[in-house]
């Protein structure tokens, strides 16, 4: 697959015509054949972990989104494994930082909660400091993305877990703008609705 693909200007792409054009003729080829669905999760995974295989450590750019895109069709396969979970975790943590400074609230979100939901029940105690760092990109994308009860809710429950009062800080910080912002809409509602 290396051999394929090229960078240009920092992402990957492929390079010859012929070769992506041939990818996806077989891609529909095959999946007219096969149970359609399942393929096509299949395909997006595997293409995702090719991806990931030659651009891991690299700065690769917006090309992240793609291979976490990619990845995420196959949440049936990552969670058959615990230790490329942890990867995937990682990976849509940064695809969805990437996603932050693009910005893009509601995609980082979409690939924070993926990362979430991928972690195992005990990730407080197992990986606290991954949940810790989530936690709070999660809640802060939500925030930003007007969807501030999920905020609210991610919030409280960081406080809950948080170790030590450094931990809790930016949280409780957050929790109150976010508290703040909410009461500011209240009020531009009701003096809106209030004639003068």
């Not at 969807?147 to 931990?167: F, G, V």
């Given at each position: 697959m290396i051999s394929f693909l090229t960078a240009v200007r920092s992402r990957y792409v492929f390079f010859d015509l012929l070769v992506c054009v041939a990818v996806f003729s077989f891609f529909l080829l095959h999946a007219s054949i096969t149970n359609c669905c399942r393929f096509h999760h299949q395909f997006h995974f595997n293409l995702g972990k090719a991806l990931h295989s030659v651009c891991d450590g690299k700065n690769v750019g917006d090309t992240i989104l793609?291979?976490?895109?990619?990845?995420?069709?196959?949440?049936?396969?990552?969670?058959k494994d615990d230790e490329l979970c942890l990867k995937i975790v990682k990976l849509n943590m940064s695809a969805g930082k990437m996603a932050i400074e693009s910005c893009r609230h509601k995609?980082?979100?979409?690939?924070?909660?993926?990362?979430?939901?991928?972690?195992?029940?005990?990730?407080?105690?197992?990986?606290y400091d991954i949940s810790l760092r989530l936690g709070f990109m999660m809640a802060s994308t939500a925030n930003s993305s007007?969807?501030?009860?999920?905020?609210?809710?991610?919030?409280?429950?960081?406080?809950?877990?948080?170790?030590?009062?450094?931990?809790?800080l930016p949280s409780y910080f957050l929790l109150s703008q976010s508290k703040c912002i909410v009461s500011y809409c209240f009020v531009a509602l009701t003096w809106s609705l209030c004639p003068i």
């Open positions: 793609v291979i976490a895109t990619q990845i995420n069709h196959g949440r049936e396969f990552i969670l995609t980082a979100y979409a690939y924070l909660e993926v990362a979430s939901s991928l972690l195992p029940n005990d990730h407080w105690e197992s990986h007007c969807k501030y009860d999920n905020a609210e809710t991610i919030l409280r429950r960081i406080l809950e877990e948080a170790r030590c009062t450094k931990d809790k």
